[in-house]
């Protein structure tokens, strides 16, 4: 955002806080009855004019702006600071890391770089075993996965007091949802086109780049049809598939397994994990001579890809050209902004100690551990008046709830990378290229410094900084970064209702998703262990097909909401407009301050490439029909406003879905 953007959104704050955000105030809006959303935030939405630089705007984007605008505060002084700072030190990896990114003859100057003789490995590779071999080495050493010998070592789902190595599946480049979906061929085109540029730029004549585009559209359209969809990938009795090296010999008949594992630095395991066997099937079947060439072509361009924001002037371009393209922006940030942009990404955790000591407050911390409490204590009521569970169902359940872990501003002890992670300058042969590659290898080696030692999960993977909350299925916890405890999602001055409207809400949400379509299926220790009765998982999977199908009845832009895609998000969505209602009760002022809250704080604008953008690919329903749909299947919404059968707003009571009413 702009610093124009950042003023306004501290005028339209502190109006919000002046008027409150109760339906009685909105006396101009189309009727609260038929459209909440619009009725809540048409003048605010009013007031947002994307700029040319703009995909999407909502307060989660807006908070993020505001802290990257203090972020970029703190790169400004460092930068026209003489000050010599000691090595290893936030304020010298900061600085020299800027250099690095601003530097645009050294990017230049460097090209390829120190990324020259990995790929030179891949393009002059005589046979399919070259080629495998060039891939391990590049990702034992970096992490790089494009078609084979990529790897991620996380929390083993069914004991998750340990670590495992899960295999990764190919880079699908746009993605399986726009390669298979005939609404975006034309943003498929511009992207065939994208990759003939990027060849052209790594020197291939046009007419070779041309070929090689083609080459790699044929295999990228071979490994999607074989990919699991985004919604597969959330349920572990597809994903988590185990086998021995040895049956991963079997699995991956045309390539030395012992050998690449061996390269990988992972060999040795007694589990190997395979998120996605069809595709592993695809790829293997794809490791063959005459496909040689095209394979070379596919791992190049994802090496390209994957670097181009931190290599020369040319490839940055390119990959800005085409980002925007797919979101709809029509011009770029500018230079400045992007270098700013690229030392945050690279140094994460040493902004988010620098962040912490100038804007978290400890007081907030507290009371929003005391509205966390209040919100556990009302799921354990909701979950106890469920007749379709059992009681030992329903005690398993609340322990889960008593086991969960609570992770708030940020962490006691910072994670080992950001001591790890050292940067070069430019005037001792650095680049930043040769930065970012630094930054991968420190994730490799902290990855497999921990293969073998017990989780601690009291670590964070989430930074201060980041606006967002999560929850962990594996950790069973939920994690609220210092960023988000701010207005408009929390403000000691609102009141307990709005306050639950905003934080609560989103707190709700994530407690909820222990209990969502993937989340239900983890144990209180964060293992997958299925502890639900069959009847109970059929009465479940009922419900959840409510879900899908009443989701899927809403559109955006003609396009038809994916019940299925975005089912875990609406079943937490559903849940947390329960838990903040319950604990509200009948008290109508309240609930109206609570509802129009939670809808001002989804209030979103977005360019119409963005919109489809997220239609194909976000697990989330658009933020309008997250607030009318919820809030239509919501009791209590009914006892607010009395909405009437002739109301757009209205839903049966039949009609109304939810796993926890």
């Avoid at 030392?343 to 400890?362: A, C, I, N």
């Avoid at 419900?543 to 559109?555: A, C, K, R």
Wanted: aromatic letters at 10%; glycine letters at 6%; one cysteine or more.
């Amino acid at each position: 955002m702009k610093k124009k953007r950042i003023t306004w959104f501290l005028v339209a704050l502190s109006v919000l806080l002046l008027t409150g955000c109760g339906i009685h105030m909105k006396a101009d809006r189309p009727r609260y009855q038929d459209d909440y959303y619009e009725y809540v935030n048409q003048e605010l939405l009013d007031g947002v004019e994307l700029s040319a630089t703009d995909a999407h705007w909502d307060w989660f984007g807006e908070l993020n702006a505001v802290a990257s605008e203090e972020m970029e505060e703190i790169i400004r002084e460092l930068s026209e600071d003489d000050t010599v700072y000691e090595k290893g030190s936030s304020q010298q990896k900061i600085k020299d890391m800027y250099e690095c990114a601003s530097d645009i003859q050294n990017r230049n100057e460097t090209g390829l770089g120190p990324l020259k003789p990995h790929m030179d490995s891949i393009r002059n590779a005589q046979n399919i075993t070259e080629y495998i071999d060039a891939l391990a080495k590049l990702s034992g050493e970096f992490g790089f996965s494009s078609i084979v010998g990529g790897y991620n070592i996380m929390q083993d789902k069914v004991d998750s007091s340990r670590y495992a190595v899960y295999m990764l599946y190919a880079d699908t480049l746009i993605g399986k949802e726009y390669i298979e979906d005939e609404g975006s061929q034309e943003y498929v085109d511009r992207y065939l086109d994208y990759i003939k540029d990027m060849f052209c730029e790594f020197g291939m004549e046009e007419e070779k780049a041309r070929q090689s585009a083609a080459s790699v559209e044929r295999l990228l359209r071979e490994i999607c049809a074989s990919t699991l969809t985004t919604e597969q990938l959330y349920d572990p009795s597809i994903t988590y598939n185990v086998y021995t090296a040895e049956e991963l010999q079997q699995l991956y008949t045309n390539v030395d397994v012992k050998k690449m594992l061996k390269t990988l630095r992972v060999d040795g395991q007694d589990k190997y994990i395979v998120m996605d066997v069809g595709q592993a099937q695809k790829i293997n079947s794809l490791l063959v001579e005459e496909n040689l060439e095209a394979l070379k072509d596919y791992s190049t361009f994802v090496m390209l890809n994957d670097t181009a924001k931190y290599g020369s002037e040319a490839f940055a371009r390119l990959s800005e050209e085409m980002q925007n393209v797919l979101y709809g922006i029509s011009e770029s940030w500018g230079d400045e902004k992007n270098w700013m942009m690229l030392t945050q990404d690279l140094l994460p955790w040493d902004f988010g100690m620098l962040y912490v000591e100038k804007h978290f407050s400890r007081e907030d911390k507290e009371a929003v551990e005391e509205m966390i409490a209040k919100i556990l204590d009302e799921y354990k009521v909701i979950i106890m008046r469920q007749d379709w569970m059992s009681g030992e169902t329903k005690q398993k359940a609340v322990r889960k709830l008593e086991k969960m872990q609570v992770k708030i501003g940020y962490p006691e002890q910072w994670p080992q990378e950001k001591d790890m992670m050292q940067v070069i300058p430019v005037s001792e042969g650095g680049s930043l290229l040769s930065n970012l590659l630094t930054s991968m290898n420190v994730a490799i080696e902290h990855q497999l410094n921990m293969l073998n030692d017990e989780v601690d999960k009291s670590v964070w993977d989430v930074t201060p900084q980041t606006v967002n909350a999560l929850y962990d299925p594996l950790n069973n916890e939920i994690i609220f970064p210092a960023a988000i405890l701010q207005p408009p999602f929390y403000d000691c001055e609102n009141s307990d209702a709005a306050n639950l409207g905003g934080i609560g809400y989103v707190i709700a949400h994530e407690v909820s998703h222990a209990f969502d379509s993937s989340g239900a299926l983890y144990d209180e220790y964060g293992n997958y262990n299925m502890w639900w009765t069959e009847d109970e998982m059929e009465e479940y999977q009922r419900m959840s097909q409510s879900i899908i199908d009443y989701y899927s009845n809403y559109e955006m832009m003609g396009i038809q909401v994916n019940g299925e895609r975005t089912l875990m998000e609406n079943i937490a969505d559903l849940g947390a407009i329960e838990c903040i209602t319950s604990i509200i009760g009948d008290d109508k002022d309240a609930l109206d301050e609570a509802f129009g809250q939670m809808t001002y704080n989804w209030a979103c604008e977005d360019t119409t490439e963005f919109m489809l953008y997220l239609l194909n690919v976000d697990t989330h329903a658009p933020n309008k029909v997250r607030v009318n749909a919820t809030l239509s299947s919501c009791d209590a919404f009914y006892d607010a406003y009395e909405i009437k059968e002739t109301d757009g707003m209205y839903v049966a009571p039949g009609d109304r879905v939810g796993i926890w009413r």
